[in-house]
Every structure is written in C-alpha cells, then in structure tokens.
C-alpha cells in the first residue's frame, strides 16, 4: 500500500515537473505539438485515400516508413552499449548516461511502432498482429518475430528505469540482485531486435540486395555508431540545458565506442562494395542503381554521395585521438555519422532493394508531401516522449523530485 | 520428395503412374486426344447468360430460405462453442468498438435495415481468420457478405465457398510460342476478378521480348500499345505461379495467405492487414497491393463469387491471381485460359494422368522461372 502510494506521488509528482519549464522548453515542447499535428492531419488524409496518398506503388512497396523503422531499431539497441558497462561491469562513468540511453530507447520504439502503424494497410485490423488474439505465424514470420522482440525490448527498457527511478525517488538505493538481471537480458535482447530486424530483409530470397549474410553484422555495427553517435549529442544538450552534470570522461568513453563502430562499419562497407562491383553479376543491379543509377534514372545518387563521404569523413575525424577529444569536433563528427548512417541503411538500403523490380522493370519512388509530414510528426512524437523521460529522470536523479520532501518541507514551516 | 534433398521440392507423383477411372472419349491413358477437357469445357459454357442468372437468383432464394430458420445475430453470436482464444477475442472485440455499434443495433430510432447492416459490420470488423474457420463460419461469413451487398445496392450476388477437392492439384502451362500478345487473357481476367478499375490492376503482364535475344524480361515492354503480333518480337505472360513452395506465405505475420490442398495460393482479404511482406517476398511480381478503394462499376461486377477468389476487396488489402478459384473448383478453366484465341494457355489438374496439363509436362520441354530460388511454381514454360 505504501508502495503504491509512493508510486502515485511519483505520477503526480512527474506530470507537474513535466509540465513545468524554462520558455526555451515550453517553445520546444509547442514547435514538437506543432509537427505533431500536421503530422497527425496528414495521417488522417492517408486513412481517408488509403496508402495512394504515398509515392509508394506496386513496384516499389516499401518506403520512408519502413526505411526508418529500419534506422530507429538500430537506435533503440544502442542503449545497451551503456547499459552493460553501468549495471553489469559496474562502470561509474557511464551511470549519469544510462538513464538517459534507455529513455532514448524506449523513445525509438515508440518511433518504431509508430512507423509500422503509419505503414499498414488496415491499421483498423492491426489486432490480428497481437499474439493469442489474432493469428500469430511464429515461428515462420520474421515478422511476427519482430513484433515479439520489439514489445520485449520496449517492456524491459520501461521497467528497469522505472524501477531504479522509483528507488531513488523514494530516496533509497535500487538493489542490484533486482535490476542486473533485467539489464544483462536486455544486452542480448538488444542485439537480437536488431539481428531480427535485418533477418526480415535478409530472409527474402526474392530481393538479392538484401538477401546477404553481412546485412545482419552491418546492421549491427552501424547501430552501434549512430546511436551512441545520438546519445552523445543528446547528452551534450543535457549539459547544456539543465544542471545535470555529465563528466567529460563520460562522453569520451561513449565517444570511443561510437569510434570503434564505426570503423567495424566503414570495413563491412568496403567488403559489399567489393563484392557488388568486383565481379557484378546480374544481382548486382541493385547497387549499381543505389550508387550510379540505371537507365538514366537515378534518384538515390546524390543521397547516397552525400551519405558515403559523411561517413568517411566522421569515421576519420573519431579515429585521430586529437579531434576525438576536441568537443566541437566531436560533436560535429557525431552528427555528420548519425545523418550518414540515416541515409545509409534508410531509404538507401530500403529503396534499392526494390529497384530493379522481379522482372528488371526500374520504376522510381519519390516520398509524397503527406508521407514526409507523417514521417516529421512520428519523429516530433519521438523527440516529445524523450523530452518528458529525461526530465523526469533528471529530476528524480538531481533529487528534485523526492516522496514526502514537500510534506516535510511543509511540516517544518508550519 | 527424395529424403536426402535439403531443400523442397515439388512432387508430382510423375514416377509412380496410375491409371485413373476419368472417362477419357478416346480411352487412350495418356497423349493429346483432350476430349476429357473438351467436353467438360462445353458442358459448362454451354450455360446462358439468362440461365446462370436464373441460377443465381434461385440460389440465393434459398440461402434467404435456410437463413430465415437458422438461429438470429445474437444466438450466432452466443450460442457458440468457443476455447478460450475466440472467447478473450470477442470480448477485446466488444471492449473495442462496443460503443459505436450498440448504438447503431440498439437505437430505436434506427431502422431495422441500419441495425442488420451493423451487426453485419460488427462481426465482420471481429471474425476470425478464414482458413482456421469451421464449415458452420464459412458459410455465415459468405451469407453475411451476400446479405451485406444485397443491403447495401439492392443485388443480389452469388458467393460460394467451395473447398479444395481430394486429388487434384492445379497446374498451369504457357505456350510461348503461341502467344501472340493480344492480351485478351488480361481484360478477361480484370472482368472475371472484379480488380480495381481506377488504377487499372492487372493480374497479368504480358511482357514483349525481341527474337533472337532470350528471356531479357529488363529489356522486354510489358505495357505496349500498338498492334501485336509486332514484327521480330515473341510474348511471354507472367501472373502468381502458384509456387509450391511459396515464400509469400512463410513471410505473412497473421497467416492471411496460404496454400491450399489444391496448390493454390490464396488470400483472406478480411484478415490481411496490409503490411505487404508478401509482395516484397514474391520473386515473380504476382501480387498487387489495394492502395485506394478498389471500384468496380455496378454492372460490370461478376456475381458469381468465391470467398477466396473474386469477391470485392477493400482498401488496404493484397490480392492476387487465384487462377479463378470460383471457377477452377467448380469444373471450369480460369477466364485468360478461356479468353486465350490462340491455345497458348493451358490449365488442368496436374495429379489427373490424362489432362492435357500432364501431357504438356511430359512431351514437352518446358522450364520454369527462377528455379534456382527453390520456389517450386506451378507455371511451366514450353515452346512448341
């Protein structure tokens, strides 16, 4: 009883802290509702037209949503680059970070649910997806996989935190026999919703630009440059806008695995490169389109000539130890990775896939207006569920937000 | 199949021949005299318009007959036998849009006809998967789906739900050279399969190939407009080859599509929920995703309907060729093969030792397509 006492303070407590802030906050939190309402509209548009609202067709069925629920899985496992040096290895340099990393988690797949949503056909029928209710084709679907591992990974990203939150909001140490448990499961499941992510490309023998053994390391290793990439920044925003304190040594620790990542990752793009232009078979045609287009029809190039340099360069610029510890390098060098790494296995791995068709017919997809707003709005939704995470966790961390410190506060006065 | 392959394979039973009580008229077992086919082809055609409507119209007299004593929405609803999954999904399901249509269904201002329609749509929205259904569901799925289109625009269609014989498996074959591409397969196929008008779906691409160059289907024109046959050029049609081994179906999430004992390839359309795994599965380009709301002209719909076959989609939903299950389960060719005027199409159940299917595959050199991915279509090529 006490427990749920405490716990409905907590709500309280946090809806107040959420609701309160600095102007540049507030204007933050109104730009985000903004996008998030257009972004709603034109989903409404999509629902009334069904998905022609979309540039998607026959040919190339998969677009902008799927290319980004592609890219946020791999930010959603990122996390747990902190979380097993925090709670397992006991690393103290990454504690300040960890809390935020799951909140950016859970914040991404949230993003990820929201995209496969906007991406179905009959959303109003999505209740057959639910296991025991509908009809589950495990374990044949990759899908149905998918399905599992994400709500899995999204339930265990809430709790651990929740947990230790909670703890510390009520003032007393999170025990250790209690969470270890929980985060050394969610390090493997992390690494399983991406695995499973890229099986669900990697399994079609009918499209052979993915149909790859590498697609499932390349996943791994680029989530692990552009979300650690991510949280870096995210954490340098935190430094700058509250009074939450993150030890440089902090963001240069993270700052290494996004080096190392990112290296893994430049090594498995030259291997594809090889084998996509060394020798090009007909199955090569793909990559040929994604990198020189074909039949003077060349929609990706100057994405994925804009994602490739970036990726070079950011991977260099970590790599030499003197502009790794610059910030302002750093930063930049995070960002240019992070927009690369989007491009890269977004649309640019997505798109292709589809180009040229099962009979060679090369037909191009361009995202339409409604499809870009609802893409805006679902990241608008992500950025506003991180923002309201991390300022409670802040609070709670900072101990602003403490069970019966107001009372005690009160009783005193009195 | 052989024990030792690792991977599937299509088993026809091509080995272990068995003479088959079919009348054959020339009473040879196997060879081209096709009067089995011939015959039956006939007897079938040889129904008029007015007859079939007639037909139809009585049909439905008595299925409005058999319904008038069958049990009322709600004892179809309760009076069912359910294990714990339909129970807990019925009750989500009233948890869920309860409050919407028991005001429609319990309003007394309403009309009777408005709360019939949403108790149709209610336990439409909520049915269960198709292919997991009893026989007693099937038949109240497709007398809801009658009686819904009879509320709606006041005709009467025939819907059937005729499950796949024992014995018979379909197969198709494909003339090559033959085929002259005139294309009066794929206007047959959009009249009997009730596809969508506005965006021009078609089951079926014929795609123009240069002679002396082989299959080059990236060089071929599947979306010529110009008179055929052109000078130099060959044809070669492409639909759902109806694989045996079908990589659409292992992908789908909620097992919306599936495989039949018949070897086709088919699609609850109510169950879909549109993520188009499948269309990124298949290999050969046969499946064709809803993204608007289909329509289809009041009087050019085709009434005489299957469940799984041509009866009218929705928005948001997949379909495919399903070689005309309305018509292949009842005896009759699928519509290109009728339409075709040259006999390049040639349609049969591959397990009968004397259809002309059989007899193609065993005279004939023919190939399939992309036989390295292990697919195992039922589609063969031959030339003559």
Known sequence: ?414 | MEANKKWYQLDLGLGNKKTSQTTCGCGKSSGGCGSTKEDSRQATQSISAAEFDAAVEQEIMGDTAVAQTQKDGFQQVFDVKMDRRTAFRKLTASLLVGAGAVHTSCSITTSGEAKEKAQIDWEEQFKGNYKLMTQEEKQATVDRLVRSYQLRKKKNIKMTATDASKDVLFGYAFNISKCQGYMNCVSACVEENNQDRNSEMQYIRIHEMKDGQGFKFNEADDNYYHEVPAEGHFYMGTQCFHCDNPPCVNVCPVEATWREEDGLVVIDYDWCIGCRYCMAACPYDGRRFNWSKPEVPEEEVNKNQHYLGNRLRKKGVMEKCTFCVQRSRSGRDPACVEACPTGARIFGNLLDPNSTIRWVLENKQVFRLKEDLGTEPKFWYFMD
């Open chain 1, 1 to 414: 009883m006490e427990t749920f006492r405490a716990f409905r303070s907590m709500v309280r407590d946090s809806l107040g802290h959420i609701t309160h802030g600095s102007k540049v906050y507030h204007l933050w939190m109104f730009l985000l509702t903004v996008v998030m309402l257009i972004g709603m509209y034109a989903y409404y548009i999509q629902l009334e037209q069904g998905l022609s609202a979309t540039g998607m067709t026959d040919r190339v069925s998969w677009g902008l949503y799927i290319s980004n629920f592609t890219f946020l899985v791999g930010v959603a496992a990122a996390a747990v680059m902190l979380v097993m040096p925090t709670y397992v290895l006991h690393d103290i340099d990454f504690k300040q970070a960890v809390l935020i990393g799951e909140g950016l988690a859970v914040a991404a797949l949230i993003m990820c649910l929201a995209f496969i949503v906007a991406d179905l056909g009959g959303p109003a029928v999505a209740w057959h997806l639910i296991p025991f209710i509908g009809v589950f084709n495990f374990p044949n679907s990759m899908l149905a996989w998918d399905v599992i591992v994400l709500n899995g990974y999204l339930f265990i990203n809430i709790t651990i935190p929740l947990y230790i939150l909670f703890r510390h909001y009520q003032g007393k140490e999170a025990k250790h026999n209690i969470y270890v448990p929980g985060a050394i499961l969610s390090v493997l499941w992390a690494v399983a919703i991406h695995l499973v992510t890229a099986f669900l490309y990697q399994g079609l023998q009918a499209r052979p630009f993915w149909n790859n053994a590498l697609l499932g390391p390349r996943f791994l290793a680029s989530a692990f440059a552009a979300g650690p990439a991510l949280i870096i920044l995210v954490l340098a925003a935190i430094r700058k806008f509250s009074e939450f304190k993150i030890p440089d040594k902090t963001i240069r620790k993270i700052a290494i695995i996004v080096t190392v990542a990112a290296q893994i990752n430049l090594i498995m793009l030259v291997s594809e490169l090889f084998k996509e232009f060394y020798a090009p078979t007909h199955h090569s045609e793909s990559a040929i389109y994604l990198y020189f287009g074909l039949e003077g029809k060349n929609a990706l190039m100057p994405w994925i000539w804009t994602a490739i340099p970036l990726n070079v360069l950011a991977t260099v610029l970590l790599t030499v130890h003197k502009f790794r510890s610059n910030f302002k390098i750093l930063y930049f060098a995070c960002f240019i990775l992070f927009v690369a790494i989007w491009i890269e296995k977004g649309f640019g791995l997505i798109v292709p896939g589809f180009i040229p068709g099962p009979y060679g017919k090369i037909a191009e997809y361009t995202p339409t207006w409604v499809e870009i707003w609802v893409t805006l709005g679902i990241w608008a939704l992500g950025a506003f569920v991180f923002t309201m995470l991390a300022k409670t966790a802040i609070g709670i961390e900072l101990g602003k937000l403490r069970y019966r410190k107001k009372e005690t506060i009160q009783s005193e006065t009195h």
